[in-house]
């Protein structure tokens, strides 16, 4: 007579296992590192305030003036979503340099948040620490998080909403909610900067890869692209 034997719990090394103790340390660690990086010298580096950072704030007096739209006028035609952050910033803080500049540095520790996320979701946990370490010392995510500039929106949101994705096409809810959500978020990349237009085509193609190495059915390939 056998002995029927238990499934196998999933190791902590295991990309979908829970965060251990140690884990969740390192991940803060990191984040309060990269916060820091990108606070240090706040006023001084960079020196003083970039035609940008202008074309935003004269943006964000329109948003505060009630004038809601998808671009704004100063800069040729600037997406939304900094923008109306950026308006309640100055609202909640002030009209000061800090309010200006406070959601960039929002969006680069979301982008590091979401790195590790998602590379912790794919590759496993020390890929996933290991990219948002690398992404908290990045100088790209680091000069952007100190200006008030919209750029640094454009892959924390890009990241989610691949993160959203792949969590859909693995679980395959029944409810439309969630979809209705993907989609939102998606549409909100959009408001982002303007080389999240090619955002959609990648996430395709994405998708249409998986479909063709027999991950997803042609059904669910078309409802989600839907």
Known sequence: MTTPTSSPEPSESHPRS?????????????????????????????????HDEVRSWLNAQLVEQGDLRALYPYGGGREALHMLL????????????????FPSIAFGLFTIA???????????????????????VSFWNL??????????????????????????????????LPYAGAGLLLGLTLYTYPAALIFPVVLGAWIGLRALSGELGLRAVGLRLA
Request: charged share 15%.
């Open 143 to 176: 000069m952007f998080a100190r200006l008030a500039e919209r750029p640094i929106s454009l892959p924390g949101m890009a990241l989610v909403t691949v993160l959203v994705y792949a969590h859909l096409l693995e679980h395959k809810p029944h409810a439309l």
């Open 114 to 136: 979401a790195s590790y996320s998602l590379a912790r979701r794919w590759f496993g946990r020390w890929a996933g620490l290991f990219a948002a370490a690398a992404l908290a």
């Open 86 to 101: 950026s308006a309640a910033s100055y609202t909640l803080i002030g009209d000061n340099l800090l309010a200006g500049r």
């Open 18 to 50: 829970r965060l251990s103790r140690l884990e969740w340390l390192a991940v803060v660690a990191i984040l309060l590192g990269a916060f820091a990086l990108r606070i240090a010298a706040f006023a001084s580096a960079p020196p003083g305030v970039i």
